[in-house]
């Protein structure tokens, strides 16, 4: 979070609007996960609901970090401006079978909430999941 709040404050030099928070995307608030980091903060090698991809966690600095409903982030940070257009980049780690159904559920997977999104899906925690999604079915939903 340092780097990332060093860039914050940059941006809000320049006379741009932004906040830089240090959550984890998931499907309710205020659960914990865990983020495993190099000793040196320069590599992130890690982060998730689920750990099982990151390997040598003894070599890491361990970080207990705070989950965020991002349906509740869309509803009260992103509508409340009435943006023309907006673009989600979703790299969550494993979370996004859980964070899509839900942004589903809520009705903000529509074209005149979220204009685009790419999104990258992470075979390996789909099991963990118990999810059936897949960009087809994704694709049907929208």
Not at 50 to 55: R, S
Not at 107 to 135: D, G, Q, R, V, Y
Request: net charge neutral.
């Amino acid at each position: 979070m340092t780097r990332v709040k060093q860039i914050e404050k940059s941006y809000i030099n320049k006379n741009l609007s932004v906040s830089f928070e240090n959550y984890a995307v998931s499907n309710k608030t205020r659960d914990k996960i865990t983020v495993y980091s190099e000793t040196n903060f320069d590599l992130d090698w890690g982060a998730g609901i689920l750990d099982t991809a990151i390997n040598n966690k003894k070599n890491m600095t361990k970080y207990d970090v705070p989950t965020m409903d991002l349906a509740d982030f869309i509803k009260i940070s992103i509508q409340s401006l009435r943006p023309e257009k907006v673009l989600m980049k979703m790299d969550i780690e494993g979370s996004e079978f859980i964070v899509l159904p839900h942004l589903y559920k809520h009705k903000l997977l529509c074209e005149n909430i979220i204009t685009a999104m790419a999104i990258e899906l992470h075979a390996w925690a789909k099991p963990s999941f118990n999810s059936s999604l897949t960009i087809e079915s994704l694709t049907s939903l929208l």
